[in-house]
């Protein structure tokens, strides 16, 4: 099976601007959960996204959205950058298996850089 | 107060030989999950190993093995017969359990990691 897969992976932008982030989950997982994670804060929760719904959310400014679509393919959007977005952003895929319990599968990132 | 601690900012091991990775961690609820990542200088996490709340015996994957020992909240990973490629930066988390529809799930809450350099 493919690996969860994110693009773009590098980025640059500069503040003020907007910018979109991809995620493609393994096939046949259904959550999809968003990570930043920079050198100060180290690796933050963002929100998750089951079967299209929003299922759990970080401690982020609303500037920070996403949304998952029918086909479990996630984005995750923001709006305004400032300098302390650069960062590397995570995307895991995850599914209940036979255990019931649901192990997150990291694609390889996104690195934003705002000047 | 910090849910997830990882006190050895750093730690070297000799090629072969076994290293104790810590964590210690804090939580109230009684159902939870323990993980162990490995972050190469790529920056892809890689799940290594899950232990449950209610797991009795000690999680064990290949050459990671996780010492589990509930009564002192810490979840340290063993990594027998070190190798070169297992030099990287290194991951506990927990996940306090929501349980919904016989599924447990829940957001990963990170310790600060532990940087691992296998020496040959």
């Known amino acids: 099976k493919a690996g969860v897969t994110q693009t773009p992976r590098y980025l640059i932008k500069t503040r003020g601007q907007q910018v979109t982030l991809s995620c493609s989950p393994i096939s046949g997982h259904r959550s999809v959960s968003w990570y930043q994670q920079t050198p100060g804060q180290g690796l933050q929760f963002l929100f998750e996204y089951f079967s299209e719904t929003q299922r759990n959310k970080g401690n982020f400014p609303g500037r920070f959205s996403g949304r998952q679509f029918s086909n479990s393919r996630s984005e995750m959007n923001v709006s305004t950058l400032e300098l302390g977005d650069s960062a590397l952003y995570l995307c895991?895929?995850?599914?209940?298996?036979?255990?019931?319990?649901?192990?997150?599968?990291f694609g390889p990132g996104t690195r934003l850089l705002v000047l | 107060a910090q849910k997830i601690t990882q006190t050895q900012p750093g730690m070297f091991v000799q090629e072969k030989e076994a290293v104790t990775l810590d964590c210690t961690y804090d939580t109230s609820d009684p159902s939870y999950g323990l993980f162990w990542y490995k972050q190469p200088s790529s920056g892809e996490m890689i799940f290594l190993i899950y232990q449950g709340s209610y797991d009795q015996q000690n999680a064990t994957e290949g050459r990671y093995s996780l010492n589990f020992q509930k009564a002192r909240k810490s979840a340290n990973l063993v990594i027998s017969a070190s190798q070169l490629g297992d030099s990287a930066m290194y991951f506990c988390?927990?996940?306090?359990?929501?349980?919904?529809?016989?599924?447990?799930?829940?957001?990963?809450?990170f310790g600060q990691g532990t940087i691992l350099t296998v020496h040959p």
């Open positions: 895991a895929s995850s599914f209940s298996g036979t255990s019931g319990q649901e192990t997150q599968y």
């Open positions: 988390a927990m996940r306090e359990d929501i349980n919904a529809g016989g599924t447990s799930y829940g957001k990963l809450t």
